[in-house]
């Protein structure tokens, strides 16, 4: 069986298992975009709010440990252009807001759910993502 089939399975699993257990535990949906926001923002009040900057510090911990620990290597970008990373971080925020969420919040939780906003927002995500791709790869 072919290895990159079996991470990504494992992957997959591991991230239905952090939804099931976020929606569980906390009754929070997990969309990263809004944990990040939230985290960030200066007028919190919610009382339990430790576990936003935790979580985001293990989106970020767990592929270095991944890296240095199993030697995987991480993707490496097809631009080096800074202006070309710019707009496109610039223009996936415009669009998180816009669709009022990303597809981690939409794709894996709102689906999950039956959402029909998140089925569409999802479909519009994808079909953009592969036109972008698509016009990009053959200019």
């Known amino acids: 069986m072919n290895p990159d089939f079996i991470n990504a399975t494992i992957g997959g699993v591991m991230i239905a298992c952090s939804v099931i257990i976020m929606m569980s535990l906390l009754g929070r949906v997990t969309g990263i975009s809004g944990i990040v926001w939230q985290a960030v923002k200066i007028d919190q009040t919610e009382v339990n709010k430790i576990w936003r900057p935790a979580f985001i510090v293990g989106l970020i911990a767990g592929p270095v440990l991944v890296h240095y620990l199993l030697g995987w290597e991480f993707p490496i970008a097809k631009s080096n252009n800074i202006w070309l990373i710019i707009l496109s971080g610039v223009l996936v925020g415009f669009g998180t807001k816009l669709g009022a ?36 790869n053959n200019l």
């Open 101 to 136: 969420g990303c597809t981690s919040g939409h794709g894996v939780c709102g689906i999950g759910r039956f959402s029909l906003r998140s089925l569409i927002a999802t479909v519009v995500f994808m079909s953009t993502g592969i036109l972008t791709v698509a016009v990009v």
